[in-house]
């Protein structure tokens, strides 16, 4: 996992090392980085905090240059993965359920990208931690979609509400919602339909699923092995209707490591979770000291 990233920083070190300025070696950096799925800006950004840290220095005359540039490298990672807001979804659940109602959770995604999975392991997720789920199959387009999500949500114990296809997607997140009410149910996770995010129909439909079901919560679902295809997906959903969190999946497959940079870089929101296996326990919280830990040290 990750280990064409951190090879691509490991190269990085090792060839600054003989070099008299940092600059001859930051074009390969540069390079190396958008070749491991990191966007193109997000490389450029990594490249400029590094050129900035040693403005005016020799790196051949800094002692213990190697730990410098490594800590360097920790500290410009760690301030793209740091978001501008952090979230506890537990903390904010628990929040909810004091003030009353049920705290909604929306899922936005293209299709692929294993989203109606995931939300089974976020359902399956909370339901450990005490707290009653209900799912919305909001996704009333796509053949299967309503079926799909049926068959996980049976398999973790959650109720799917649900209507026919080609019904109005927000009216079955209402009707979610209201039956969360009625029943006193902790948590609404709504599926949305995953098609292309140029579609503007799709936009307009996940608004008004939004307007209606008013979500504490609009969580991307990307696949870590789509590289850029994960950022520009993420930036059209944040563009139309707001993301404030990320879930990226198959985390464990990943080599490259590029789209938790950049997704993170260019949305400025948490990644709340990864996803780890095809088992509904496989969803970990994503921890940015592991993260950092897996591609820079050796």
């Known amino acids: 996992m990750l280990d064409k990233l951190k090879n691509a920083f490991s190269t990085f070190v090792n060839k600054t090392l003989t070099e008299e300025k940092l600059e001859d070696t930051i074009k390969d950096l540069n390079i190396l980085l958008i070749s491991n799925d990191v966007a193109m800006e997000t490389a450029d950004a990594i490249c400029e905090s590094i050129i900035d840290s040693f403005r005016g220095e020799e790196v051949g005359r800094l002692t213990s240059t190697s730990k410098l540039l490594e800590e360097t490298l920790e500290e410009v990672i760690t301030d793209i993965l740091t978001p501008d807001q952090e ?39 909370l339901k450990k931690e005490g707290y ?21 949500m049976d398999n973790v114990g959650v109720r799917v509400i649900k209507n026919q296809y080609k019904s109005d997607p927000a009216s079955v997140a209402y009707d979610a919602v209201d039956h969360a009410t009625a029943k006193q149910i902790d948590v609404v996770l709504v599926d949305t339909a995953g098609r292309q995010v140029t579609d503007k129909n799709l936009m ?3 608004e008004k699923i939004c307007r209606i079901a008013r979500p504490d ?10 590289g850029n295809d994960a950022l520009f997906q993420a930036q059209e959903f944040n563009k139309y209707v707001g993301i404030d969190a990320t879930i990226l999946t198959k985390l464990d497959a990943d080599a490259k490591g590029g789209a938790a940079l950049s ?5 400025k929101k948490p990644i709340i979770f990864v996803g780890t296996g095809q088992k509904y ?10 993260f950092i830990t897996n591609i820079l040290e050796e």
Do not use: C, W
């Not at 979804?89 to 109606?116: D, S």
């Not at 326990?281 to 592991?290: K, R, S, T």
């Open 87 to 125: 979230i506890n979804l537990l903390e904010q659940i628990e929040q909810k359920r004091i003030t009353g109602g049920p705290y909604v959770i929306v899922f936005l995604g293209v299709n692929g990208t294993g989203k109606t999975t995931t939300m089974a392991k976020v359902a399956h997720f």
């Open 132 to 152: 009653s789920v209900v799912a919305a199959a909001s996704d009333t387009f796509r053949a299967g979609a309503i079926e799909q999500l049926s068959h996980h």
């Open 204 to 206: 307009r439909e996940i």
């Open 217 to 226: 919560l609009k969580i991307f679902v990307g696949d870590s092995l789509a």
């Open 263 to 267: 997704v993170s870089h260019e949305t």
């Open 281 to 290: 326990e496989d969803l970990e919280p994503f921890d940015p000291d592991l």
